[in-house]
Nanobody
């Protein structure tokens, strides 16, 4: 069973930065896709950044501000968030998709709150 554990969320002022981390059980080479999603109160979960087939896609709302990265040795995913805005406030989830059975796996989420 794949387990993902996010960390790094918190309260930050607008214009500030945060880096989220996601510890993945098992080698990242087991996954066809990996990335980050977020869900704001009253809204649907949305893609923030995702890596698939060597390409990283970002939501238009975060392009130029967020950077997705990973460490294949430590089996870690990261989301570097800069120039944060109040509308970035949400619970952020990391996600991976198995390349063997295409199952989705999710972390428990980490809260990011941006104050104006």
């Amino acid at each position: 069973q794949v387990q993902l554990v996010e960390s790094g969320g918190g309260l930050v002022q607008a214009g500030g930065s945060l880096t989220l981390s996601c510890a993945v059980s098992g080698s990242l080479f087991n996954f066809a896709a990996m990335g980050w999603y977020r869900q704001a109160p009253g809204k649907q979960r949305e893609l923030v950044a995702a890596l698939r087939s060597g390409n990283t896609n970002y939501a238009d709302s975060v392009k130029g501000r967020y950077i997705f990265s990973k460490d294949n040795v430590k089996n870690m995913l990261y989301l570097h968030m800069n120039s944060l805005k109040p509308e970035d406030t949400a619970v952020y989830y990391c996600n991976v998709v198995s390349r063997w059975n295409m199952n989705d796996y999710w972390g428990q989420g980490t809260q990011v709150t941006v104050s104006s």
